[in-house]
């Protein structure tokens, strides 16, 4: 079968059909007619398929051809028709397109920030549960048992029984220290850690000889029949020292410089020696209270003269104390 074109079908079909129309408009009813299938239209006049599918094809193009044909008379508007239509397009097509970057740049913005503000605070708070973790080692949690609370309450609101008073709590040997009760009790009862005998006395005086710590325990019962407990620490320090050595030793009997003694107060340990001024020992000693009374280690009484001494010793504080001197016997 020979080809023809869409407008030779028109005539075939239709036997008044006798417009002419320039050629560009068989152009525009071409495209057009692409909705609604030129394959389909052509087949069904040719093949003359029956009345309701011409009538509804013929219909279809005679809305296509009137719209072409309007656009055609109208001269300038239908040869401007397809850049109007294409830059439209174009405009659709683009404007979601700009639109869509938009969006994608303020979204990206604002999750920048986001990030920027969480971090800080997340910083923040881990200094500060740090900081909790180091005041909860420091500091005791609140007490939130009521009758605990009481308890200390009864406890620190009534008058105590026993509760001692001293003065000074600290010193050097030796130390002298007052005592007393400032609670409501009547009856007394003082021990001491240092060995010496308990005191019923209500203010004894005590001394305290030896450096070290110790305590002062008080029992003591009031009114109602109620007795109580209190205790006191004690710290006593030594004061060690060596004595002064005499000058002269005349062991005539008077009592008066007969005798040199090794000692010193607070002193633990001592040795003691004394030399001729040829430099031989005559006399020695290792103990606290140990004396030189003039004789030689044979007990027989030495020459007048000059003598050297030398003390060493250890005192009750810890501390090692040493004295070197003469000494002149006279007889």
Same mark, same amino acid.
């Given at each position: ?18 417009? %002419? ?21 052509? !087949? ?16 279809? &193009? ?45 979204? %990206? ?18 200094? %500060? ?66 060995? !010496? !005998? ?8 005590? &001394? ?78 290792? !103990? ?25 010793? %250890? ?17």
């Amino acid at each position: 079968m020979e080809k023809k074109s869409i407008e030779d079908l028109f005539k075939d079909s239709f036997e008044n059909y006798e417009a %002419e129309v320039d050629s560009s408009v068989w152009e525009n009813i071409k495209t057009g007619m692409k909705g609604i299938g030129l394959g389909l239209l052509g !087949k069904a006049i040719i093949n003359k398929i029956g009345t309701n599918t011409i009538v509804a094809v013929v219909s279809s &193009v005679a809305t296509v051809i009137g719209t072409v044909g309007v656009m055609h008379w109208t001269g300038n508007a239908v040869k401007n028709t397809d850049k109007p239509a294409v830059a439209q397009t174009e405009k659709t097509v683009e404007q979601p397109k700009t639109e869509n970057k938009q969006e994608m740049v303020k979204t %990206e913005a604002p999750v920048a920030e986001v990030k920027t503000e969480i971090a800080k605070p997340v910083a923040t708070a881990e200094t %500060e549960e740090q900081k909790m973790q180091e005041t909860k080692l420091a500091i005791q949690p609140f007490i939130k048992d009521k009758k605990q609370i009481q308890s200390v309450i009864k406890t620190f609101s009534a008058d105590p029984i026993a509760l001692i008073f001293a003065s000074p709590t600290g010193g050097t040997v030796p130390l002298i220290v007052n005592l007393s009760n400032s609670g409501k009790g009547n009856t007394y009862r003082w021990k001491y850690s240092d060995g !010496k !005998k308990d005191d019923k006395t209500a203010n004894p005086i005590h &001394v305290f000889e030896n450096p070290g710590v110790y305590w002062v325990t008080l029992t003591s019962t009031d009114t109602e029949g109620k007795t109580a407990t209190d205790s006191a620490k004690i710290v006593v320090t030594g004061n060690s020292s060596l004595y002064e050595v005499p000058r002269e030793l005349t062991p005539n009997g008077d009592s008066l410089n007969d005798v040199f003694y090794f000692k010193g107060s607070n002193i633990v340990k001592m040795t003691g020696q004394i030399a001729d001024e040829k430099g031989k020992t005559i006399f020695e000693c290792n !103990k606290v209270g140990a004396y030189w009374d003039g004789k030689d280690k044979n007990g027989k009484e030495a020459k007048a003269g000059l003598y050297y001494y030398f003390m060493s010793a %250890e005192g009750k504080d810890g501390k090692t104390y040493e004295k070197k001197g003469r000494i002149s016997l006279i007889r």
